[in-house]
């Protein structure tokens, strides 16, 4: 799911502050600690093979972000893609794998644990490889 800037209702809009605000955005029950990461993609780059040997290959931890500059293509476990880019806030809930189709800096904010594990497992793949 993702929402870009101008479709988050403003609860406050004044001439000095505007605060956007999209209630139901994601579940974070039961997950613990998050922890907030900012990562840099080039362009072309694809995630898919470094997730092999996760359940269904495929990223099993939520994630909420901000797409800072360039453009990602997110695929889930049902196949559909949604492209988030400069400026989109977004949830991936667990089942998804990621290409950047420009090169891209967005933050994330993930279950520490989930995603900690996602992390090391990427990086034992990329050290076979």
Avoid at 21 to 39: C, K, L, M, R, V
Avoid at 75 to 87: L, P
Avoid at 105 to 118: A, C
């Amino acid at each position: 799911m993702k929402v870009a800037k101008e479709d988050i209702p403003a609860r406050i809009d004044s001439p000095d502050a505007v605060a956007r605000h999209q209630p139901d955005f994601g579940d974070a029950t039961d997950y613990g600690s998050i922890a907030a990461e900012n990562f840099t993609l080039s362009q072309g780059t694809d995630i898919a093979a470094l997730l092999e040997g996760l359940e269904n290959d495929l990223c099993q931890s939520p994630h909420w972000g901000y797409v800072v500059s360039g453009a990602l293509t997110v695929t889930y476990t049902d196949g559909s893609e949604e492209v988030d880019e400069t400026g989109d806030m977004f949830y991936w809930p667990p089942g998804h794998t990621v290409r950047a189709d420009e090169d891209t800096d967005f933050v994330l904010f993930s279950p520490q644990h989930e995603h900690g594990e996602v992390i090391d497992h990427i990086r034992d793949n990329m050290e076979s490889a």
